[in-house]
Protein backbone atom coordinates (compact mmCIF):
# COMPACT_ATOMS: atom_id res chain seq x y z
CA UNK A 1 0.00 0.00 0.00
CA UNK A 2 1.49 3.77 -0.94
CA UNK A 3 0.79 6.63 1.82
CA UNK A 4 -1.81 8.00 -1.35
CA UNK A 5 -4.31 5.39 -0.48
CA UNK A 6 -4.04 6.40 3.15
CA UNK A 7 -7.38 8.35 4.47
CA UNK A 8 -7.52 11.41 6.79
CA UNK A 9 -6.43 10.26 10.64
CA UNK A 10 -4.90 7.09 9.50
CA UNK A 11 -1.79 5.91 10.61
CA UNK A 12 1.17 4.27 9.06
CA UNK A 13 4.92 3.07 8.75
CA UNK A 14 7.08 3.52 6.62
CA UNK A 15 8.22 0.28 4.77
CA UNK A 16 10.23 1.69 1.94
CA UNK A 17 10.75 5.16 -0.21
CA UNK A 18 10.95 4.95 -4.61
CA UNK A 19 12.21 7.10 -6.51
CA UNK A 20 15.26 9.11 -7.61
CA UNK A 21 18.28 9.73 -4.98
CA UNK A 22 17.26 13.53 -4.85
CA UNK A 23 13.74 12.76 -3.85
CA UNK A 24 14.80 10.46 -0.70
CA UNK A 25 17.42 12.49 0.30
CA UNK A 26 14.37 15.70 0.27
CA UNK A 27 12.52 13.02 2.98
CA UNK A 28 15.00 11.96 4.69
CA UNK A 29 16.34 16.31 5.17
CA UNK A 30 12.04 16.22 6.71
CA UNK A 31 12.81 12.81 9.36
CA UNK A 32 10.95 10.76 6.42
CA UNK A 33 12.56 7.44 5.96
CA UNK A 34 11.97 3.69 6.67
CA UNK A 35 10.60 2.38 9.76
CA UNK A 36 9.15 6.33 10.55
CA UNK A 37 5.55 6.39 12.17
CA UNK A 38 2.89 8.66 9.79
CA UNK A 39 -0.23 10.26 10.38
CA UNK A 40 -2.26 11.76 7.75
CA UNK A 41 -3.90 14.90 8.84
CA UNK A 42 -5.54 16.33 6.15
CA UNK A 43 -6.29 16.39 2.06
CA UNK A 44 -6.85 19.53 -0.04
CA UNK A 45 -9.84 20.07 -1.58
CA UNK A 46 -9.31 18.52 -5.13
CA UNK A 47 -6.97 15.83 -3.08
CA UNK A 48 -3.93 16.72 -4.64
CA UNK A 49 -2.07 17.43 -1.89
CA UNK A 50 -2.38 15.75 1.80
CA UNK A 51 -0.66 17.16 4.81
CA UNK A 52 1.03 14.33 7.01
CA UNK A 53 3.06 14.22 10.27
CA UNK A 54 6.06 12.48 10.44
CA UNK A 55 7.50 12.18 14.01
CA UNK A 56 6.21 15.41 15.00
CA UNK A 57 7.02 17.34 11.96
CA UNK A 58 4.26 18.47 9.50
CA UNK A 59 4.92 18.00 5.76
CA UNK A 60 2.85 18.55 3.51
CA UNK A 61 2.98 16.27 -0.19
CA UNK A 62 1.95 16.08 -3.40
CA UNK A 63 -0.04 13.21 -4.31
CA UNK A 64 2.71 12.04 -6.65
CA UNK A 65 5.52 12.43 -3.90
CA UNK A 66 2.74 10.22 -1.40
CA UNK A 67 2.48 7.29 -4.46
CA UNK A 68 6.56 6.83 -4.17
CA UNK A 69 5.99 5.74 -0.07
CA UNK A 70 5.08 2.52 0.71
CA UNK A 71 3.69 2.34 4.09
CA UNK A 72 2.08 -0.48 6.15
CA UNK A 73 -1.61 0.75 7.97
CA UNK A 74 -1.18 0.55 11.75
Same mark, same amino acid.
Given at each position: ?? @????????????????????? &???? *????????????? &????????????????? *? @? *? @?? @????????????
Amino acid at each position: MN @LSELKKNDKAVIVSIKGNEDL &INRF *ASFGVVEDSEIKV &IEFSLARNTMEIDCEGT *A @L *A @LR @LQEAKSIDVKKI
